[in-house]
């Protein structure tokens, strides 16, 4: 998938811009298909653009069975499915904290906004809360 968006005069596309920080919010209902959790969580990322370098650090609680699995899945858009993208080391404990050099293909979905992050766990081993990963644009 290409990278949409051309720089303009007077206008930085994410590829040139210093690095970003931002939320994600991971909630059942982002799910597909939902699911009615009274579980839920959060991912502060930062992403350098220039190195394709991505941190996060995501927190969860909430969740009614154990987690087992945490990763990034791609390319998808919102309510669509995807294959594990980035395997990171995330731990089943929250939080989860790591970092990761993106393949050229992966940065290109992740600052498309074709990257989420799903937690899976014992009673919803497909994923029980789900957060897409939408980097702010620059300007």
Do not use: C
């Not at 154990?66 to 990763?71: F, I, L, P, S, V």
């Not at 404990?93 to 050229?104: R, W």
């Amino acid at each position: 998938m290409v990278f949409g968006g051309l720089a303009l005069a007077g206008t930085l596309t994410l590829a040139q811009a210093a690095p970003v920080s931002f939320q994600v919010p991971l909630t059942g209902a982002q799910q597909v298909p939902p699911v009615q959790t009274p579980g839920s969580g959060s991912a502060d990322l930062t992403y350098d653009p220039s190195t394709r370098v991505v941190t996060w650090n995501v927190s969860f609680s909430g969740l009614p069975s154990q987690a087992t699995m945490a990763h990034f899945h791609g390319p998808a858009p919102a309510g669509k499915n995807a294959g594990v993208s980035q395997k990171g080391k995330m731990e089943m404990t929250s939080s989860i904290s790591g970092q990761a050099t993106l393949s050229p293909e992966d940065a290109k979905m992740f600052e498309a906004g074709d990257m989420y992050i799903n937690v899976h766990t014992k009673n919803n081993p497909n994923g029980e809360i789900r957060g897409q990963v939408v980097p702010p644009k620059s300007n």
